[in-house]
């Protein structure tokens, strides 16, 4: 994604004053940047301090030392959010890329060009959504009652009883598979874009060269299209793993109170225990599970970092 | 040029087979499998458009409207309650929007200074926020007592600079050829010159690419509310569809129309301004993807 162009460099001439007053224009230009960047991104790793300290804002801060982090360590809430976080994120993120995959590989097999176009244009559709839409849409047609589609449907097929429906998104051992059914649902067909690209990348001659040797159309998936793809799966995969720790808004739109303990991620834990616990704030607390939860992103991308720079010689930062 | 190449590999590729391939039951296999795979993506928009404008409240399995009319929408439109956060958002969009985009291309095209003394540092310091954040917390404290929360200022500016949107624009800059700039400074114009002059014209392709991507975020955001506007004077329509749908403020049905009419009506309005231009801009959303992805 970011190549450091390091070799690339131009060794100047100019002494480095004569440099810093040849481009003042530019760093007037960056100045906004700075501002934001020191604002917005800044600012707050300053306030991480505030996991060292009793805080609910009111009175000023008391220091307390790693108080906040042995609570946090012995709250069973706090485990089960980490737990679910990496759990619910890495399940979903080999679902959609596994269907991304599969539905590319088909949409590339389509020889009729125009319903190829039509269809990408549908699937894409869902990924504009937001998650609140998105939770609207699915909480109504998901509704436990013969209003709701999916049990509407059921009925008529006889798999439910009327007066008897399936609370898809309230019960314990449904939530988490309605989930991944609904990112499969709004992120698969944008996740193929990316699988598309590479594969109007392959030189077609490849293909016209395996069928005179008779290879079918099978032969040339599995040892021409897939080979290709290789490269950009492993790479979608890195990619999105460093971003298991962002999970927030799609839980937080979908979750209710029955389901928490199954669906309960790390922000949506902080985000209730600061703005939804019914007390006063204890922003203390709550940053420390947020520094927790930075590490562990940060761990990750560094590590993920690593891995695409062994496999494919750049790394993603 | 590098596009070109691809796009005409790519109508190769595509033009190809069609001579020599016969259709075979695995293509008729495939395209069913296709039109039942975007009858199931669509299926569940179809029945919030169906729902949006149908008078009747018992639904269920039915896809077509049994008592049609447009109260829905009417009432989204006349009621103060809805049509206020609607405007809400329409405006915090394209002040949004604007904004992102002079944050991201200033941004890349200071980073694209070989020379510029400090340009390294500057980079880091963008990417450094991509790795590690202060949270959650400490964020809203800090909009807190900036003064921002419950005031649209938080919402537009907050989500403004988009590191990952600036590093896009930044790697499409570095695909303009070096020699255009020198030339033009060579001619005498200056470094904003050169930005108004060439680079942003060279650029509309990538500007229309993650302008879109800020209006679909900003347009689309619900986090940022939740967390700084708890003061629903100032919900934007995403907030305010979501408090409909919770139940907890269903505005009161008039002309016939049903709570759920007008709970659908709002998911449609939600979605129709994205729904009109996508078909138009959806290459340009493609190419938002690409430059990300596939560079290099």
Redesign the interface.
């Known amino acids: 994604m970011f190549r450091q162009k390091k070799d690339k460099v131009p060794v100047s001439t100019r002494s480095l004053g004569k440099r810093i007053y040849y481009y003042r224009g530019f760093y007037l230009m960056f100045l906004p940047v700075l501002i934001f960047a020191l604002i917005f991104y800044y600012a707050p790793m300053l306030g991480i301090r505030l996991s060292f300290y009793d805080y609910k804002g009111i009175k000023d801060p008391v220091f307390t030392g790693l108080k906040n982090f042995e609570k946090m360590f012995s709250m069973k809430g706090f485990w089960a959010a980490f737990k679910n976080t990496l759990e619910i994120s890495i399940i979903k993120l080999l679902i959609n890329t596994g269907a991304a995959v599969v539905i590319s590989l088909l949409l590339n097999e389509l020889i009729f060009l125009r319903f190829k176009k039509i269809a990408q244009t549908i699937i894409y559709l869902p990924h504009f959504m937001s998650w609140v839409v998105t939770a609207s849409v699915f909480t109504l047609i998901l509704s436990p009652t013969q209003e709701g589609l999916v049990n509407a449907f059921l009925t008529t097929l006889g798999f439910v009883e009327k007066g008897n429906e399936i609370y898809f998104l309230g019960l314990r051992n449904l939530w988490r598979p309605a989930y991944y059914v609904i990112n499969i649902w709004k992120e698969t067909g944008w996740g193929t874009i990316i699988f598309m690209a590479t594969l109007s990348g392959i030189n077609p001659e490849l293909y016209e060269a395996a069928s005179i040797d008779g290879a079918d159309r099978w032969q040339r998936m599995k040892f021409i299209t897939i080979p290709a793809l290789m490269n950009t799966i492993i790479t979608v995969l890195i990619l999105n793993l460093a971003k298991v720790m962002n999970l927030f808004e799609s839980v937080f739109v979908l979750q209710n109170h029955a389901v928490v303990r199954q669906s309960d991620v790390l922000a949506t834990y902080i985000y209730t225990q600061t703005f939804n616990s019914g007390a006063l704030p204890n922003y203390g607390y709550t940053t420390a599970v947020g520094l927790v939860r930075s590490l562990v992103g940060c761990a990750l991308v560094l590590i993920c970092n690593h891995i695409s720079k062994r496999i494919r010689g750049r790394g993603i930062v | 040029m590098k596009s070109k190449k691809?796009n005409m590999?790519?109508e190769?590729?595509?033009i190809?087979?069609?001579k020599?391939?016969k259709?075979k039951v695995?293509?008729v296999i495939?395209?069913l499998?296709?039109i039942l795979?975007?009858f199931?993506?669509?299926?569940?928009?179809w029945?919030?458009l169906v729902?949006s404008f149908d008078l009747h409240t018992?639904?269920?399995?039915k896809l077509v409207p049994k008592n049609f009319g447009i109260e829905g929408y009417r009432n989204v439109f006349t009621n103060p309650t809805l049509y206020r956060p609607l405007i809400i958002s329409v405006v915090t969009t394209i002040a949004g929007t604007l904004l992102g985009l002079?944050?991201s291309t200033?941004?890349a095209?200071?980073l694209i200074?070989?020379?510029?003394?400090?340009r390294s540092f500057?980079g880091n310091?963008?990417?450094f926020?991509?790795?590690?954040?202060?949270?959650?917390?400490?964020?809203?404290?800090?909009i807190n007592s900036?003064g921002l929360t419950n005031t649209l200022w938080s919402v537009i500016?907050?989500p403004?600079?988009n590191v990952y949107n600036?590093?896009l624009m930044r790697?499409f800059f570095?695909g303009i050829p070096h020699s255009l700039f020198e030339s033009a400074e060579i001619d005498g114009c200056?470094?904003?010159g050169i930005?108004f002059k060439i680079v942003l014209p060279l650029s509309k392709a990538a500007l229309a690419a993650i302008g879109l991507m800020f209006a679909?975020s900003y347009?689309?955001?619900?986090?940022n509310y939740?967390?700084y506007i708890t003061d629903s004077l100032w919900y934007n329509f995403?907030?305010k569809?979501?408090s409909i749908?919770m139940g907890s403020d269903l505005p009161i049905p008039n002309g016939g129309a049903t709570e759920?009419t007008i709970?659908?009506a709002a998911?449609m309005v939600?979605?129709l301004p994205?729904?009109f231009i996508?078909?138009f801009c959806?290459k340009y959303?493609?190419k938002g993807?690409?430059i990300?992805?596939?560079?290099?």
């Open positions: 691809a590999e790519m190769q590729q595509i190809y087979p069609k020599k391939r259709i695995f293509d495939l395209i499998f296709f795979f975007s199931l993506i669509l299926i569940p928009l029945k919030v729902d018992a639904y269920g399995m002079t944050l200033l941004g095209y200071v200074q070989r020379e510029m003394p400090g500057f310091m963008l990417l926020t991509m790795i590690f954040q202060g949270g959650m917390i400490p964020t809203y404290l800090v900036l500016l907050m403004g600079l600036l590093v790697n570095e200056s470094p904003m930005f679909v347009w689309n955001d619900y986090t939740k967390l995403q907030m569809l979501r749908i759920n709970k659908n998911i939600a979605i994205f729904m996508y078909p959806q959303f493609v993807v690409n990300g992805a596939v560079k290099e």
